[in-house]
C-alpha cells in the first residue's frame, strides 16, 4: 500500500513500518513515493521485570554519519503527525543525551553485567525464600505430626 498522503515537511512524525517496527523522526521532505525524515529513532516497547511496561528508544539507523534517512512509502503500514508533546519532549533529550557516532563498545559487556546481577539477585531471593519455608517447617513440633486421631467428631 502506497500512501498518496503527503506529509507536513517540519513535523514530527511516528511511523509504524509494514515489519513491525515503530520509528519517531522529523519530516523534511515528502515525494509521491518516498518520505525524508532526519533523525529517526526507534521505539521499543519493553515488559520490565516486575510487569511494568517500559518504553526504551534506540537510532534505528545506528552506523550511518548522516542524520538524513529516504523511507520509501510502500513500507510504512500507518504514520502520525499528531505526536504529543511529551513524545517530542522525550525524542528532543534522546537526541541530546545520545551520541549518534559514537557507539559504546564495551555497551554488550556492560548488559551482560547488568544481567548476570539481575540473575544473581533472583537467585538470593529464591534461596532466602527457601530458607525461611525451612526455618518455618523447623517451627512445628514433630510431636503434632505423628498424633493419631482418637476422637471422631460426627
Known sequence: MIYQHSF???EYAVLKLVNGEEVIAKVIDSSKHD??????????RLLSPVGNEMIRC????????SPKVIIQKNHVLTFAQ???KNTIRHYELFLKHSSHN???EN???M????????K????ERRQNEMEEEEHDLDDINPLYLDRSSSNTVH
Open 111 to 118: 548488559l551482560e553485567q547488568a544481567e548476570q546481577a539481575f
Open 120 to 123: 544473581k539477585q533472583i537467585m
Open 102 to 104: 559514537e557507539v559504546d
Open 58 to 65: 534506540s537510532y534505528w539507523m545506528l552506523f550511518n554519519d
Open 107 to 109: 555497551l554488550g559487556e
Open 35 to 44: 518520505i525524508t525524515v532526519t533523525d529517526p529513532v526507534q521505539i521499543h
Open 82 to 84: 499528531d505526536v504529543s
Open 8 to 10: 507536513k515537511n517540519a
